[in-house]
């Protein structure tokens, strides 16, 4: 029997083992049934906590919905602190490795403050070649790839369609790419959907999206931080950075993090 809690971050969910012994060792089948929203507990990821191989805290592993394992996921990654928090000696920051780089964090009640490695490979104006016509789009790795597409409304975008033709583009592959679109709101405020990569499907927040629509939006726009994102799930999330050009440096992802329930379960 293995002890889980499950967690979400802006309703993004997930469910997290404390793996310090190293004891837990799941294959992509297994991860797969534990997310099932039907005949498992249900979730967007899974979220391993180990110890560490460098000077950080601790060690985060995380796997999407369909088992196979991701580099960095931003609201897993905040559910991850106040988790290991818990679970661990409690700080008011705490330090995890990641196959993104090291992420800090600093927790305040049911916030946390992710700050996040720089990212990498920023690429505005892409034109796309699709099936019934040509889109420009922008891209840049906030911890793992996203496409960001700006539109007039964001309600009317079929986001399971659209952004499942992107995620499986050519020009993204083999590992394919998360797919972000993005309404304007206010001079520093945009509202979000994502089709997210290892989900398959729409979730109500991804934490790496909300980073990377951020900093699109503001490379686009010109403007400074922070940046406030709206998810769908109804959370707003702030992005905060520095600036200079196009170059983005201190990065952080401030939003909720919250305990849902926590059980065993049989592998």
């Known amino acids: 029997m293995l002890r889980f809690t499950k967690m979400n971050g802006a309703g993004n969910d997930f469910i997290l083992f404390d793996n310090r012994t190293g004891s837990i060792d799941l294959d992509r089948n297994q991860i797969a049934q534990l997310c099932d929203r039907h005949r498992g507990i249900g979730a967007d990821g899974v979220l391993l906590l180990e110890k560490p191989t460098n000077r950080a805290d601790f060690r985060m592993r995380y796997f999407n919905a369909d088992g196979g394992e991701a580099e960095m996921c931003g609201n897993g990654a905040r559910c991850f602190a106040r988790f290991a928090n818990k679970v661990g000696e409690q ?35 892409v034109e796309l070649p699709m099936a019934a016509e040509n889109r420009t789009v922008h891209f840049i790795n906030s911890g793992v790839p996203h496409v960001v597409i700006p539109v007039a409304k964001i309600d009317d975008v079929d986001v399971q369609h659209d952004g499942a033709a992107i995620r499986y583009h050519k020009m993204f592959s083999p590992s394919g790419t998360n797919v972000n679109f993005i309404e304007k709101r206010g001079p520093n405020k945009i509202a979000i959907r994502t089709y997210e990569r290892g989900v398959e499907d729409e979730t109500l927040a991804c934490g790496t999206g ?58």
């Open 210 to 267: 909300i980073v990377a629509s951020a900093l699109i939006f503001a490379a686009s726009e010109d403007c400074e931080g922070p940046v406030t994102v709206l998810a769908r799930g109804g959370d707003e999330l702030q992005v905060s950075f520095e600036r200079t050009g196009n170059q983005f440096r201190n990065v952080t992802l401030t939003g909720p993090a919250e305990f849902v329930f926590e059980g065993t379960i049989e592998i």
């Open 91 to 125: 700080k008011a920051r705490i330090s995890f490795e990641t196959p993104a780089g090291v992420i800090s964090a600093e927790l305040k009640n049911d916030l946390v403050t992710l700050r996040m490695t720089d990212p990498v490979d920023l690429r505005l104006n």
